[in-house]
């Protein structure tokens, strides 16, 4: 096979990920819009959340999480070194942008991944736009490039997807279990890893 | 407002990322077909790899990739222990589900964010079927449910989106951070973090 039919490289992207943070700690700094929104990610995901921020700082619907028992852990103070004990994820989202800076570099000694709202230097990950039905998740993301046109094109999709698709893929999966329990050959060990890769 | 306005959890989800890796050291074991998905994944985010995977493991487009130089550091053998030692994140995609836990055991010691092709439970993170058109990325995933069916969706998105929708992205971040330097305060500060929710 001659060389140019591998795929080319197309730098300076992102690497897309699903990352798996059911039962995990998740601590989030902040309670204010965006730290409502990570409330919401992060719970959507089966996550255990640790909130650190002083009660008067708390959105009405941050509050209303706490009240409703959604965090695991609120702690009604100011963030400070302890709080990153047996911690596996931390997202700050603070208007501070020292206390921020701190606590980025607190995660990267405890090699804790960390995302520090609207501090793109000091994030290991990147949030997107995200359209969500049942097993079905499509995140868009513009690099930083043009954050209002990936809300623009999560729209689009949303609207051109059928309106049973996050069904479909439930369904789907349903006859892939009952498939593996009457021929697990058929999709477990080695040759899975061939159909993986297009998950 | 009534609480019945939040935006309710919808469980069971995946935190979906975009992961930042330019210039972080990414090992990867093995060096067949999903190695070979997987190296091209992470060169796009601009990682330096480090290939593991005795030489007659490669398939051929591997070998193509290590002798074009995209390879960081290829080295020639069976994965041990020391291989682990300054790296950021390892993906390993071999054919071996021993290995392939001591791997993954190592990588939980070490806090090193890991991918067991193959072995979901020994995964901090899945993949997803991806579309790509310069600066915007997006990722479609099924948590495991239909991977094909994500395939097929990924298709359509791309179909249905306009064919220069990259290139928009493109030009709109290019009027974004000529707006920052003429009116810095524009898009800076905490004043940003209201739409960077929206990114």
Not at 42 to 60: F, K, N, S, W
Not at 69 to 84: C, H, P, R, S, W
Request: overall charge positive; hydrophobic content about 35%; some cysteine.
């Amino acid at each position: 096979m001659p060389k140019e039919e591998y795929p080319s490289i197309r730098r300076g992207g992102s690497l897309m990920l699903a990352w798996q943070i059911s039962n995990k700690n998740v601590l989030i700094v902040g309670g204010g819009n965006v730290a409502a929104g990570r409330i919401i990610n992060v719970l959507e995901a089966d996550a255990l959340v640790t909130l650190v921020c002083p009660r008067a700082g708390l959105l009405p619907e941050v509050a209303h999480r706490v009240h409703k028992g959604e965090i695991t852990i609120y702690k009604d103070k100011e963030f400070d070194e302890t709080d990153l004990e047996g911690i596996d994820m931390c997202l700050t989202a603070i208007d501070d942008p020292e206390a921020s800076s701190r606590i980025w570099k607190l995660c990267k000694q405890k090699k804790i991944p960390v995302n520090v709202a609207d501090v793109p230097k000091e994030c290991d990950f990147y949030f997107g736009s995200q359209h969500r039905d049942g097993p079905l998740q499509i995140m868009i993301s513009t690099n930083g490039a043009a954050p209002k046109l990936a809300n623009i094109i999560r729209l689009k999709i949303a609207e051109s997807l059928p309106t049973n698709a996050g069904n479909g893929c439930k369904n789907v999966g349903k006859l892939r279990r009952k498939l593996r329990s009457i021929a697990p050959g058929t999709s477990e060990g080695p040759k899975r890893m061939e159909w993986y890769w297009h998950s």
